[in-house]
């Protein structure tokens, strides 16, 4: 699959993640356990487990979008 600038998620694809792991870390909160967190959200458990590490390290920010994965190779600099 091919995306928009080279590579990385679109800027609504990278919203709609973020959601994903806020929602998972009200969720953390909460007490619910990682295999019933990631059913309801449909996605891995290893990624409800990865986020539950960063946020119980980090709190919640730790799960906010850090932007694009990659920058662009190339400047308009000569």
């Known amino acids: 699959m091919r995306y928009a600038q080279g590579g990385g998620l679109t800027d609504e ?8 792991r806020m929602d998972a870390a009200e969720r953390f909160a909460q007490g619910d356990e990682n295999s019933v967190i990631a059913h309801d959200l449909r996605v891995s458990v290893r990624s409800v487990q990865r986020w539950r590490r960063a ?3 980090d709190g919640p920010g730790a ?10 190779l190339l400047s308009d600099e000569l």
């Not at 694809?13 to 959601?19: A, D, G, L």
């Not at 799960?63 to 662009?72: D, E, M, N, R, W």
């Open 55 to 57: 946020w119980s390290q």
């Open 63 to 72: 799960l906010a979008s850090k932007g694009p994965a990659s920058v662009p």
């Open 13 to 20: 694809r990278r919203v709609f993640r973020e959601k994903l």
